[in-house]
């Protein structure tokens, strides 16, 4: 096999590494070596600009699904609020709040399998109604993750202005019918290619440290280079209590750090964005990632958990070496 020497240097002049190269750096490259081969190549590829991002959940609760992870299943006992799709007024005062901040890109995110007609008739309404007023969000800047939708229900996201459509794909293919028996892989597969087909970029992603292997995660960063995806969220479990995963042990800062070089160099040049979690992650770590690769995070509040402040991000993305 090729030293970690010999694949940046391949990474950098556009080689793209192979999954049994990607598992022996898992296996045998020590992590400094490795995060510092990661941070190389996202310098190469993606410079010094750091993605922010923030969410909305603008519907929350009463899901059908079984996701194991999830607090918003109607299977699982949480304490979460829950509530109907968000009114126009509420959305442009979350818009408003993240455009003054600063934020790149904003995103409405809905709890349940999918949506109505009538539903993404209201959705399209207030996106029009962001991009109206807050400057900083056009120009495809605003998100949707909403599910399952059809093919003409992506369509018309589209229409009103939506850029980007997140649908995660989770966890390795291989690990996914243990997490949810509710719908497949291959469902989530069929969304992703229609929103591709009606002109939206591709946010998909999803979550370590919910029993998997360490090669599946490295599965899970193949699977998303198939795809053509152009940011990846990594979120870091939080088990949440009434959910099954309540009780899942919390990955090793070493794991979380190597997970993170190794989808930057399997992904040379895609956002590896921050998600959920890394506010459980003490703040060295939390600096060291951004030193190993990510060049893209969620900011604010997430869905159903508590972020950080926006401020307090940034002076820490500056420490780091981005702007934002």
């Known amino acids: ?23 022996d750096l898992l296996h045998h490259a020590e992590t400094d070596a490795l995060c510092d081969a990661a941070d190389r190549v996202r310098r190469h590829f993606m410079g010094d600009r750091l993605d922010t991002c923030s969410i909305m959940n603008a519907r929350s609760g009463r899901c059908p699904e079984d996701c194991k992870w999830c607090s918003q299943s109607v299977h699982h006992k949480t304490k979460i609020d829950v509530y109907p799709l968000t009114d126009q007024a509420e959305a442009l005062r979350h818009a408003r709040d993240n455009h003054d ?21 209201r959705c399209v309404e207030i996106y029009r109604a962001i991009a109206a007023e807050c400057e900083r969000f056009r120009g495809g800047m605003l998100c ?8 003409e229900q992506l369509q018309r996201l589209r229409d009103a202005g939506v850029g980007s459509y997140h649908c995660n794909i989770e966890t390795a293919p291989s690990y996914f019918p243990k997490l949810c028996s509710t719908h497949t892989l291959d469902e989530k597969l069929r969304t992703i290619g229609w929103a591709r087909e009606a002109g939206m970029k591709i ?6 440290g919910m029993g998997e292997t360490a090669e599946q995660r490295v599965e899970m960063a193949f699977a998303l280079r198939n795809i053509g995806v152009a940011s990846i969220p990594v979120n870091v479990l939080n088990p949440i209590p009434g959910t099954p995963l309540e009780n899942m042990p919390p990955l090793p800062d070493d794991a979380i750090l190597r997970t993170f070089a190794l989808f930057r160099l399997i992904n040379p040049a895609v956002y590896i964005r921050f998600a959920g979690g890394r506010t459980l992650l003490r703040p060295e770590i939390q600096e060291r990632a951004l030193r190993s690769g990510v060049n893209a995070a969620i900011v604010g509040d997430l869905l159903t958990t508590i972020g950080s402040g926006i401020a307090q991000d940034k002076e820490m993305f500056a420490r780091c070496g981005f702007s934002c």
Do not use: H, N, P
């Open 101 to 121: 901040k600063g934020v790149g890109r904003f995103s409405l995110v809905t709890s349940g399998r999918t949506m109505t007609d009538a539903q993404i008739d």
């Open 1 to 23: 096999m090729k030293s970690i020497e010999e694949l940046t240097a391949g990474i950098l002049g556009g080689y793209l590494i192979s999954e049994a190269e990607a598992l």
């Open 144 to 151: 949707a993750s909403m599910g399952l939708l059809t093919r």
């Open 203 to 208: 946010c998909s992603g999803g979550i370590i």
